[in-house]
């Protein structure tokens, strides 16, 4: 079992629709989550992080965490196909390793 | 510079050669990781530098690999007698607060 777990996907939604990707953790003692976009060729680049449970939010992309059930979703409203790419999560325990999900695909059809 | 570079962006090379990877951080960022990252997958952490030690090295495969930053500015990671499952993205970020990743080598053993 993989550290951190996050379905593949793809995930398809409409132009301005709410997209919602999901992942989980195994490791009680992860402490800060992150989420990255990767386009297709590029390397990652961070839009969120949360250290503490609950929802944070920047814009149009709410993070939310919840340590009880290991489980961290990010959101994105009003998609764009400009949001178009793969989605990483990423977990930090304690320490500065950094153990990333397999990352979600995510297709906004315009 | 204004971001992460590593070089080179493209490399081949055949069974059993060594090859040497580059990656010029973000100048003062004490922090520097190296990830690899293959087709369709998150980035694996390798190792993590502070300044010029590295304080974890969990993350290689093998001894055929080996990280260094004498300076605590430029690193180089090298692995020895290259294998076709070494084929892969190598990732180098470097972080004050936040993880910057450059663009990637792409390695490819044949």
């Known amino acids: 079992q993989k550290e951190v777990e996050q379905n593949s996907g793809p995930l398809s939604v409409p132009e301005g629709a709410i997209a919602s990707l999901n992942c989980t953790y195994s490791d009680r003692g992860s402490q800060s989550f992150f989420w990255y976009r990767q386009y297709s060729g590029k390397s990652p680049e961070l839009i969120m992080f949360?250290?503490?449970?609950g929802d944070k939010e920047d814009g149009r992309f709410t993070a939310q965490l919840n340590k009880a059930s290991q489980y961290v979703s990010l959101l994105i409203r009003d998609s764009q196909p400009s949001d178009s790419a793969t989605y990483l999560c990423a977990a930090t325990t304690g320490g500065f390793k950094t153990i990333f999900g397999a990352g979600t695909r995510l297709f906004v059809k315009a | 510079g204004a971001g992460v570079s590593q070089s080179p962006r493209y490399k081949v090379a055949k069974r059993g050669q060594d090859v040497a990877l580059r990656c010029d951080p973000i100048?003062?960022?004490?922090?520097l990781f190296w990830y690899q990252q293959a087709l369709g997958q998150g980035p694996e952490f390798l190792t993590y530098f502070q300044n010029e030690a590295q304080l974890d090295k969990s993350g290689l495969p093998s001894d055929r690999f080996f990280a260094e930053r004498p300076e605590g500015s430029v690193s180089t990671l090298k692995i020895q007698r290259t294998q076709q499952e070494d084929s892969a993205v190598y990732l180098c970020?470097?972080?004050?607060?936040?993880?910057?990743f450059g663009p990637g080598t792409r390695l490819t053993v044949l």
């Open positions: 949360i250290y503490s449970n």
């Open positions: 100048s003062g960022h004490v922090s």
């Open positions: 970020a470097s972080s004050f607060d936040e993880q910057f």
